[in-house]
């Protein structure tokens, strides 16, 4: 009915034109007192051809409107036909869609070379980049004081920052960079804590570890960057108290801190890309990276990532791996 409408607007100055026109006969008979059926018989017949000439030219409009409308939902480069062209104007529109097809085609073709030479750009950065830290974690081994002990800390976080870097890059194109076996779940999250050492014992903050026997299929280098990013923000964040890991039934991962929490009107937001949120503007810090990522690390991974926060008294971070088993079968 919408359809019919609209193209009954379309037509709306021509219907009144006839109508005008039938209106000037009808004056002209009555000043002529010729009879009035001289009139009505034709204006009747033409009404009739006229109903059925609009009738089967809008079964017309009604077929081309389909067809546009199924080539509406194609993207620009899926697009190799249109519907007929009828009128002069019809060309001109199908020639202005070619050409913009053409240059969307090469706009797609110089972003992706851009694209893709950024991140060889940034990869090889990466890569570069783990020289010297490796050659500066080196040479600060062989040193134990507390400032050695303070650059060891603070160079261990630069490595986490170049990790980020190299994880947001791979991030849309890893798809071939998942390999999924059957790991344990006790020594993944016992290697990724592992690297925290130094810093749970510089800080102080106590360790609450219970074993888990259980074992998941999963990418390991993946799964402990989630591990090992949300960990690192556990430390961040908790300025004494203990940070607890442990598997609550059936297989979801906690890791609960006791640090300052997440501000209520803050949380449902904390996924988001670059949303830093309260005690993020306050740290100044914060790039707002790390949960965005772990985020999608954790949908590519198909599995589930959830915080519940209250502030002053804690995060707990719930990683459900149950989804796994689908993978697995």
Known sequence: M????TYIKGYQKGILALLLFCAIFCAVFALYHLPVKAVLYPALLCFLLGTVFIAADFSRVKRRHRQLSEIKELTAAMITFMPEAERVEDEDYQEIIRTLQSEVANLETLTSARYRDMMEYYTIWVHQ????IAAMRLTLQNEDTPLSRTL???????EQYVEMVLAFLRLDSVSGDYVFREYSIDTLVKQSVAKFASEFIHRKIHLVYEPIDQTVITDEKW???VIEQLLSNALKYTREGSIRIYLREPKILCIEDTGIGIAPEDLPRVFEKGYTGYNGRRDKKASGIGLYLCKRICKNLGVEINISSEPDKGTTVYINLEQYNSKKE
Request: no cysteine; aromatic share 16%.
């Open 223 to 225: 799964l402990s960057f």
């Open 2 to 5: 919408k359809l019919f409408k």
């Open 129 to 132: 980049i783990k020289t010297p």
């Open 152 to 158: 060891s800390a603070d160079l261990f976080r630069i």
